[in-house]
């Protein structure tokens, strides 16, 4: 069965080639993804991209879990682990985006932990840049 419709593939479809490079690089940090088989999971799509044609869901298991008889709940778990890894690759480009949402989560931390030095140097970079 083909994995053209799957949420994952319609997410991957949407991210354009150098957003698609960047999830490698996100997939890669071992920060954001602790999991080998999602970056393998990500090559096995990637080399797929962005048709997806020619990629089914019994050659991905067979890659993962070689001659074992199939198990679509495998690949579903696959395949939403993934997903998740995405929306959290989403809301971090969001992220970098939002420099003052950056400061301001930053200050908090700051203010919390009672780093007053460092508080109020971030605060002033951000006056500056208000």
Same mark, same amino acid.
């Given at each position: 069965?083909?994995?053209?419709?799957?949420?994952?593939?319609?997410?991957? +479809?949407?991210?354009?080639?150098?957003?698609? =490079? +960047?999830?490698?690089?996100?997939?890669?940090?071992?920060?954001?993804?602790?999991?080998? /088989?999602?970056?393998?999971?990500?090559?096995?799509?990637?080399?797929?991209?962005?048709?997806? =044609?020619?990629?089914?869901?019994?050659?991905?298991?067979?890659?993962?879990?070689?001659? =074992?008889?199939?198990?679509?709940?495998?690949? +579903?778990?696959?395949?939403?682990?993934?997903?998740?890894? !995405?929306?959290?690759?989403?809301? /971090? !480009?969001?992220?970098?985006?939002?420099?003052?949402?950056?400061?301001?989560?930053?200050?908090? /931390?700051?203010?919390? +932990?009672?780093?007053?030095?460092?508080?109020?140097?971030?605060?002033?970079?951000?006056?500056?840049?208000?």
């Amino acid at each position: 069965m083909g994995i053209e419709s799957t949420k994952i593939a319609e997410l991957l +479809r949407s991210l354009n080639e150098e957003e698609m =490079e +960047r999830l490698g690089i996100f997939l890669s940090s071992p920060y954001f993804n602790t999991s080998q /088989q999602m970056l393998k999971l990500y090559g096995l799509l990637r080399a797929h991209y962005p048709s997806f =044609e020619g990629i089914t869901r019994e050659v991905i298991y067979r890659e993962f879990y070689g001659s =074992e008889p199939y198990k679509d709940k495998r690949i +579903r778990d696959l395949f939403s682990r993934l997903l998740e890894l !995405c929306h959290d690759f989403l809301a /971090q !480009c969001e992220l970098e985006k939002k420099v003052h949402t950056k400061k301001k989560l930053t200050l908090e /931390q700051l203010y919390v +932990r009672e780093l007053e030095n460092s508080f109020n140097s971030v605060i002033k970079d951000a006056r500056k840049k208000l």
